[in-house]
C-alpha cells in the first residue's frame, strides 16, 4: 500500500523555517558562507569547543540555558553557556596538567551524567581526541575500543571502573590515566578523583591553534554489519553540524532540543552535543533509558520542540494503546525527526496522528558524520522515503561495473547510495585500517554501502544494506520493504526479515515477528499474515516463512542486527557481538 503524501502548508507551521524553499536553500548553499558564520579562534583556526561554548559564553548568550539534565531520580541540574565554558575549561587543564596533548585519545565510558558533555568539550579544547563509549558495554567490547583506538585517558565513574575495566588494566599498556568522576580520593597515581582535579584546577583555558583538519572525535560504528569500525572526524565537522541544525532540525534561538541518542552512538554527539549548542539553544540530556510515560511526561513538561529519536524507539511507542495527546499536552512540539534504521511509512503517519505531527526521517552514517538526506520541515513528506539531500551534498544512485562507478540516471532504479566526497564532516580514516577506507572511494564517489533509489522529484528510498538484500526467484527484495508491509498489520509490533539459502529459489523470505501485547503468534496469524503480505507485495516477494519471536535482536544504537537472525537460523558463528543489546 503506498500512503498518501503529508502536505506541509507554511502558514500553518508555528515559526518560520529556516528552510523554506528547498531548491532555493540548494542552490544559495556555499560551506565557506557557514564557515563565516562561525567565529574561529581569535587566532584564527576551528575549535569545536570554542564554537559550541565559548564563543556563548563571550556574547549575549552567556546566561541562556545550555544543557538541562535530568536525572534518573528526578534531580535536574541547569547549565549555561558560561557554565559548560567553565567546566570544560576545567577539564581542558586537567588534560594538560595530566601531560595530554595534541591529538591523545580520550574516552568515557559513563551514563549521560553531565562529566560526560564536560569531558566531550574540555578534550576538544585541549585539542585531544573524544571518543565516548555506551555505558553498558560489557568489559571485552572496552577492551576492544581502548586498545584499538590507543586511549591514554579513560574517564568513567567508580562502579564501571570496577566491574569492567579494573582486570584489563595490564592489558591495556598506553592507558595512563582513568579519571574517576565520583571518587573522593584518588585509588593510585593513575587512578584519580575527578572531583579533586577539577577543583584543583583553572577556568581559564585558552584554546591552543586548531586547524580545521585536526582529529576531534574517533567513533565506533554500530556493528550492525560486523566488527565494528572507528572513523575519525576533524574539527571542520561542526560545519555539517551546524547546516544541518539550521536546515534539518531548523533550530531557532528559543528551543528546547532533545535529542533521545547515547553519545556512544554518533547521533549522540552530534546532535546530542554539538549540532544544539553550536546553535546556543538549550540541549536536554535525559539520563535514564527508554519508558514511554517518563518520555511524553518529558516532552510535555519541559516543553521540548524540537524532539530527534529513532524508529526503534517509535516503534515502542505505537505499540501501545491509546492516543497520547488525551493524556499528556504536547503543545509545544513542533518537529519530530529520526534516524538509525529505515523508518517504516506506518510510522510516519502514527505520528501525525497520535502526536499531531509527522516524523521527519533522515539517513546518515557514522561514516558522514552528520545528517546527509532528510525530510525539512517546510517540504512535503512522502512516507517510507528519506527525503532529499542536504544542501552542500551531492547524492546518486550509483552501480559499479567493469568500466567503474556510474551513476544511474533514470528514476526509481535500485543502486547504491554515494556522495560527492569533501563535505565538511566527511571521515578523515577508519583507525588503523587505511586499506578500508580507500575502498570507500571509487571513481570520485564516496560509497555507502546502502542500496536506495530516487523518484523522479528528487526524493530518495532506503532499499536496503547491500548486505542484507535478499535474492529471490530472480527479485532483488530489501528486507525493509517486507519489514514495513507486515508493520501494516494490526498485530504486528516489530519485525525483521533474512532471506535463507534455498536450493529452488535461491533466496526464501523468512520473517521474524514481535506480536503487540494482547495478540498471539499462532498458525493462524502466521496464515493471516502471508496472506496480508502476498497482497502487498505479491506471492515473489512476501515472506514465505514466518517466526515469532519475543524481540529481535539489536545493536545498542537499536538497530535490527538481521546478521545475527541470519547466522542463528543457519546454524553459522555469530561474529562480533560487542554492540549487541543484551539486557
Ligand atoms: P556497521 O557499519 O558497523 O555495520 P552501522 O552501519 O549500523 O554499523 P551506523 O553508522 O550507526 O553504523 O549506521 C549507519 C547505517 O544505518 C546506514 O548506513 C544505514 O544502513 C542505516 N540508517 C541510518 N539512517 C537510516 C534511515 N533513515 N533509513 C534507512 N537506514 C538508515
Ligand atoms: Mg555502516
Excluded at 168 to 177: A, D, G, H, I
Excluded at 293 to 317: F, G, H, M, N, S
Excluded at 363 to 382: H, K, L, S, V
Excluded at 393 to 401: P, S, T
Aim: a negative charge; hydrophobic letters at 40%; charged letters at 25%.
Amino acid at each position: 500500500m503506498s500512503f498518501d503524501p503529508i502536505c506541509k502548508d507554511l502558514q500553518a507551521l508555528r515559526v518560520t523555517p529556516n528552510l523554506a524553499d528547498y531548491n532555493q536553500a540548494r542552490a544559495a548553499h556555499s560551506w565557506d558562507a557557514i564557515r563565516a558564520e562561525l567565529q574561529g579562534l581569535p587566532g584564527g583556526g576551528l575549535n569545536i569547543a570554542h564554537e559550541a561554548v565559548d564563543r556563548h559564553a563571550r556574547g549575549t548568550r552567556a546566561a541562556h540555558l545550555a544543557l538541562r539534565w535530568l536525572g534518573k531520580d528526578g534531580s535536574v541540574h541547569d547549565l549555561t553557556y558560561a557554565d559548560m565554558a567553565d567546566h570544560s575549561a576545567r577539564f581542558a587543564n586537567v588534560l594538560r596538567t595530566l601531560g595530554v596533548g595534541k591529538g591523545e585519545r580520550v574516552f568515557a565510558l559513563m551514563s549521560r551524567v553531565p562529566e560526560l558533555y564536560f569531558a566531550a568539550l574540555g578534550t576538544l579544547k585541549n585539542v585531544s581526541v573524544f571518543c565516548p563509549l555506551f555505558s553498558q558495554f560489557g568489559p571485552e567490547p572496552v577492551w576492544q575500543r581502548l586498545s584499538r583506538g590507543d586511549a591514554k585517558v579513560l574517564v568513567t565513574t567508580k562502579a564501571l571502573y570496577e566491574k569492567k575495566v579494573a582486570s584489563l588494566r595490564e592489558r591495556l599498556p598506553s592507558l595512563q590515566f582513568i579519571l574517576l568522576a565520583d571518587a573522593e580520593d584518588d585509588l593510585d597515581g593513575c587512578v584519580r578523583s575527578w572531583p579533586k582535579l577539577m577543583a584543583a584546577a583553572s577556568t581559564q583555558f585558552e584554546i591552543p591553534p586548531t586547524s580545521p583538519e585536526d582529529m576531534a572525535l574517533l567513533h565506533f560504528t554500530s556493528g550492525t554489519t560486523g566488527m565494528p569500525k572507528g572513523a575519525v572526524h576533524v574539527h571542520q565537522a561542526a560545519l555539517t553540524h551546524f547546516a544541518t541544525g539550521r536546515y534539518v532540525l531548523d533550530l531557532h534561538p528559543e528551543d528546547i532540543f532533545w535529542c533521545t541518542a547515547d553519545p556512544g552512538w554518533v547521533t549522540g554527539t552530534s546532535y546530542g552535543i554539538f549540532a544544539p549548542l553550536l546553535h546556543g539553544v538549550t540541549n536536554l540530556v535525559d539520563e535514564a533509558d527508554f519508558d514511554a510515560e517518563r518520555w511524553y511526561c518529558l516532552l510535555q513538561d519541559q516543553k521540548v520542540t524540537v524532539w530527534y529519536t529513532a524508529p526503534t524507539a517509535i516503534r515502542r511507542l505505537m505499540r501501545i494503546p491509546g492516543e497520547p495527546r488525551q493524556q499528556f499536552d504536547l503543545g509545544a512540539l513542533r518537529l519530530i525527526h529520526s534516524v538509525g534504521e529505515p523508518l517504516n511509512p506506518e510510522a510516519v503517519v502514527w505520528g501525525q496522528c497520535a502526536l499531531g505531527l509527522p516524523i521527519h526521517d533522515n539517513w546518515w552514517q557514522t561514516e558522514t558524520g552528520g545528517i546527509m538526506i532528510a525530510n525539512y520541515a517546510a517540504m512535503d513528506i512522502r512516507p517510507g522515503s528519506m527525503g532529499k539531500p542536504l544542501p552542500g551534498i551531492e547524492a546518486a544512485i550509483v552501480k559499479k561495473g567493469d568500466a567503474g562507478v556510474e551513476v544511474i540516471t533514470e528514476c526509481d532504479v535500485e543502486g547504491e547510495l554515494a556522495l560527492k566526497p569533501g563535505w565538511p564532516s566527511m571521515f578523515r580514516a577508519y583507525l588503523h585500517d587505511e586499506a578500508r577506507y580507500a575502498k570507500c572511494f571509487v571513481d570520485g564517489w564516496y560509497l555507502s554501502g546502502d542500496l536506495a533509489k530516487r523518484d523522479a522529484d528528487g526524493y530518495f528510498w532506503f532499499v536496503g544494506r547491500a548486505d542484507d538484500i535478499i535474492k529471490t526467484s530472480g527479485h532483488m527484495v530489501g528486507p525493509f520493504e517486507v519489514e514495513s508491509a507486515l508493520m501494516e498489520h494490526p498485530s504486528v509490533a516489530e519485525s525483521g526479515v533474512i532471506g535463507k539459502p534455498d536450493p529452488l529459489i535461491g533466496q526464501l523470505v523468512k520473517a521474524f515477528v514481535v506480536v503487540k501485547a494482547g495478540h498471539e503468534g499462532n498458525d493462524a496469524l502466521r496464515m493471516d499474515l502471508i496472506g496480508f503480505a502476498r497482497k502487498r507485495l505479491g506471492p515473489a516477494v512476501a515472506p514465505k516463512e514466518i517466526a515469532f519471536v519475543e524481540s529481535l535482536p539489536k545493536t545498542r544504537s537499536g538497530k535490527i542486527m538481521r546478521r545475527l537472525l541470519k547466522a542463528r537460523e543457519l546454524g553459522l558463528p555469530e561474529g562480533d557481538l560487542s554492540t549487541l543489546e543484551n539486557d
